[in-house]
């Protein structure tokens, strides 16, 4: 039987994405071929990439001259914390940070290294629990970055804040979750295995006209220009991850786009945060106005916290995974990804009340 997947990532994807996918995999279209066997300048991987930047551009609402690009590289998304300032960010030149967990400050510690690094705003001093606001972006910056869904503390800004500079935004872990408006941003980075596909390809989304600005040498497969260029294709690119993310756009497209798959986001994320706030057994860690659609962490009520092991064990016994916090913040977490049917979050909602109903 299929599980209940609230794995943070690589999590979990369409079934009917991995049904194709496999099927892909032993003989793609009837050719005899796998496609993992195929070459990559070939006329049928030439069509996967290219219907698979199209949907990006649509699904984004990204007009196709609007000077915006749509790379596939590779390295994850940490290659994007140091290709970014590397790019964009010239040794004497300021770029602003806000720090919101982990990730964030992973990205913060690769800029240091590039150029001067202005850290504007941070909750880490309360372990992360909320997104700060308020902030002013000096005007100086050459970007400022922000991460849009902090996938280990549970947070997300509800709202993209308004910036004089372009935003580069660490997208990974709620990217296509919803509508966004890519004007503000210059460049968007997503590791495709938290929403969009397999490990192995990062969707880079960037204005040309960011780039060419700094003096350093960049190595041919550093400099986003050989991406816009050669179209992704300067060397080989994971071949077999840009199509699973193709066949995910698909779907995503055919469910409604981001729209439909916001409303279906936010129905999944009200049934478990309204358990966790009704069950007294359980509480939220972070701040409710910041709370993530996508990452909700909870822990046991205090009093309760013997309980945590137990729990996690009835949860493996109802063909829940995924869903130990991590290790920076303990207790749970149910990552709640598009492709997360809301099946899975009521079978989880009613564990945790039968839970409450037995030993509270
Ligand atoms: C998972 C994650 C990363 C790291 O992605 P890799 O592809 O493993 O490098 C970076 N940022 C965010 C927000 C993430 O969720």
């Not at 786009?257 to 129905?267: Q, S, V």
Request: aromatic share 10%; net charge positive; proline share 6%.
């Amino acid at each position: 039987m299929k599980k209940h997947n609230f794995s943070a990532g690589p999590a979990v994807l369409p079934a009917s994405v991995l049904k194709e996918a496999a099927k892909g995999a032993l003989n793609y279209q009837g050719s005899g071929l796998s496609l993992l066997e195929m070459s990559h300048r070939g006329a049928e991987f030439t069509a996967i990439i290219e219907e698979a930047t199209a949907l990006v551009h649509e699904l984004l609402a990204i007009p196709p001259d609007s000077g915006y690009h749509v790379l596939w590289l590779t390295g994850g998304a940490s290659t994007q914390f140091f290709m970014v300032p590397m790019n964009l960010l010239d040794t004497n030149q300021m770029a602003a940070y806000v720090d919101t967990g982990s990730w964030a400050s992973k990205a913060i510690k690769e800029a240091k290294a590039f150029g001067r690094v202005e850290v504007i705003a941070s909750s880490k001093e309360q372990n992360y629990t909320f997104i700060p606001k308020g902030w002013k972006v000096p005007k100086n910056a050459r970007y400022l970055h922000l991460t849009s869904n902090n996938t280990i503390f549970g947070t997300q800004y509800q709202r993209f804040p308004k910036s004089t500079v372009p935003i580069v935004c660490d997208m990974s872990s709620d990217f296509l979750s919803r509508p966004v408006d890519v004007s503000p941003f210059g460049l968007i980075y997503a590791g495709a295995q938290k929403n969009l596909g397999p490990a192995g390809v990062t969707v880079v989304i960037m204005r040309e006209d960011l780039l060419g600005q700094v003096n350093r040498h960049l190595p041919t497969m550093l400099d986003y220009r050989t991406f816009i260029k050669e179209r992704s294709l300067y060397n080989t690119p994971p071949v077999f991850p840009i199509y699973v993310s193709m066949l995910t756009l698909r779907w995503l497209k055919k469910v409604g786009g981001p729209k439909a798959i916001h409303r279906r986001n936010k129905a999944k994320a009200k049934l478990l945060y309204d358990e966790i706030d009704a069950n007294p057994l359980f509480v939220g860690t972070v701040v409710k106005e910041d709370r993530s659609l996508m990452n909700a962490c909870f822990v046991m009520a205090p009093g309760y916290e013997a309980l945590e092991k137990e729990f996690l064990q009835e949860a493996q016994a109802a063909g829940i995974v995924g869903l130990k916090g991590h290790r920076s913040v303990g207790g749970f977490r149910a990552s709640m990804y598009n492709a997360l049917p809301k099946r899975s979050v009521q079978v989880l909602v009613d564990l945790m009340r039968d839970f409450a109903r037995r030993k509270g």
